[in-house]
């Protein structure tokens, strides 16, 4: 039972460009969230994506966007990327049918990008 | 607001010794408390849950009790080894109807000493 994969793993881009992150629920998900961790801090909530909506958004600007596919796969994209953004994004995985002491968040490995 | 707030790191440890990491939390509701782990290299790792008021979770000898009079939900482990170095995060979820949307502690590093 394959769990929630990431890729890339790693990525380096430069202040400006524009970056796609990509994440595959574990098996029998069908929600999809997003979230940034920076160095040394806990995980904060970007958004979360159900029926190839987003559900809910957390506190972050415009700039970050996503998309989820019929597969229940997802995209996390951010343009004009600042230095700020450089943290590991992870991606996490549950079922909304499920009930919710059965279905805790499912993690990815998560991409670390660094923006130069 | 919702807020978790842990004891700062890194908590160092000899192989053998009690651990205990301090949680407490801030909620308007009746949240469900968590706690993960995140081993070096890897995303975060579901390691125990409680769900109400006196749950205890348990999972991998560690421990955890949520208590509402002192908002609280600290980890104990009786002998820890040198495989539970990690980072170790507080959650709590105060939403009913699902579960995506975890408020999160600062993350505890504890480190294992053979």
């Known amino acids: 039972d394959a769990g929630v994969t990431q890729s890339p793993t790693h990525l380096i881009k430069t202040r400006g460009q524009q970056v796609t992150l990509r994440c595959s629920p574990k098996?029998?998900?069908?929600?999809v969230s997003w979230y940034q961790q920076a160095l040394g801090q806990g995980p904060q909530f970007i958004f979360q994506?159900?029926?190839?909506?987003?559900?809910q958004r957390g506190n972050f600007p415009d700039r970050f966007s996503g998309h989820q596919f019929p597969n229940y796969s997802s995209e996390l994209n951010v343009n004009a990327l600042l230095l700020g953004d450089s943290a590991l994004y992870l991606c996490?995985?549950?079922?909304?049918?499920?009930?919710?002491?059965?279905?805790?968040?499912?993690f990815g490995n998560g991409t670390r990008l660094t923006v130069t | 607001g919702d807020s978790v707030t842990q004891m700062e790191g890194p908590v160092t440890l000899s192989e053998e010794a009690f651990l205990t990491i301090n949680c407490t939390y801030t909620a308007t509701g009746y949240p469900s408390l968590f706690w993960y782990v995140q081993y070096p290299g890897e995303g975060l790792q579901l390691l125990l849950k409680?769900?109400?008021a006196d749950d205890k979770g348990s999972n991998k000898g560690f421990e955890a009790t949520y208590r509402k009079e002192t908002t609280s939900f600290h980890l104990e482990k009786g002998s820890v080894q040198v495989s539970d170095s990690a980072v170790y995060f507080c959650a709590l979820s105060d939403r009913k109807d699902s579960n995506y949307q975890l408020i999160w502690g600062a993350g505890t590093k504890l480190i294992i000493k053979p």
């Open positions: 409680a769900t109400k």
């Open positions: 994506y159900y029926e190839e909506e987003e559900r």
């Open positions: 098996s029998g998900h069908d929600t």
């Open positions: 996490a995985s549950s079922s909304l049918v499920s009930p919710r002491s059965d279905s805790p968040l499912h």
